[in-house]
């Protein structure tokens, strides 16, 4: 083996590490969440999902960010990271992208948490066909085709964006249960067990 080859293994279990980490994070709040954290709304401006006529839910958005930019829900961040992560998934398996439209939340609660412990399993059964020298390979997302960024990097961008969206999530979550954000009316949101 190549000191190239010995390279890219170490850094591909550095990134699965890395990955594994923030999932634990994140299982921490999923097993928390209740179907009322999804749509609670922390602040008047706030990005959300809403249920259309047809039942299925679309989501606030905007083609340049406002500023300032509207506080989401844990609704929203968790379609923005089934949207994110389904691109990923697409381009680490050599599938056409889905577009943003294409993507749509299962709705509060367990099918929420369902639908990310699935793009879980499809983004790790993704990393387990890699090898080290995929893992240089120019890198499709989210710098379509530039050489400067590899898949290594694409991975590394994942694990980057599931720890912020982690962390919203998770002090959203924490806000909501402790109570202390007064909703869009001004009254304190009601208190739950964290």
């Known amino acids: 083996m190549t000191d190239s080859h010995n390279g890219s293994a170490r850094?591909?279990?550095?990134?699965?590490?890395?990955?594994?980490?923030?999932?634990s994070?994140?299982?921490?709040?999923?097993?928390?969440?209740?179907p009322e954290d999804f749509l609670?709304?922390?602040?008047?401006?706030c990005w959300t999902v809403h249920r259309a006529d047809d039942g299925t839910w679309t989501v606030d958005w905007a083609e340049t960010e406002p500023d300032p930019v509207p506080v989401p829900t844990i609704g929203?961040?968790?379609?923005?990271?089934?949207?994110?992560?389904?691109v990923a998934v697409d381009h680490a398996y050599g599938r056409t992208p889905r577009e943003r439209e294409d993507i749509a939340w299962p709705g509060a609660g367990e099918p929420t948490v369902e639908w990310l412990r699935g793009l879980r399993e499809d983004w790790l059964e993704a990393l387990d066909q890699l090898t080290p020298a995929g893992l240089a390979t120019t890198g499709p997302f989210p710098w379509p085709d530039d050489p400067r960024h590899t898949v290594a990097h694409m991975i590394?961008?994942?694990?980057?964006?599931?720890?912020?969206?982690?962390?919203?999530?998770?002090?959203?979550?924490?806000?909501r249960a402790v109570g202390q954000v007064p909703n869009r009316t001004g009254d304190p949101a009601p208190a739950r067990s964290a």
């Open 40 to 45: 609670w709304e922390p602040a008047a401006d």
């Open 11 to 23: 850094a591909l279990d550095l990134l699965r590490w890395q990955f594994d980490l923030t999932w």
């Open 25 to 34: 994070l994140f299982e921490y709040h999923l097993e928390r969440l209740v």
């Open 156 to 175: 590394a961008w994942v694990n980057a964006e599931l720890m912020k969206n982690v962390a919203e999530i998770g002090q959203l979550r924490l806000q």
């Open 76 to 86: 929203w961040l968790s379609w923005h990271i089934g949207w994110w992560w389904s």
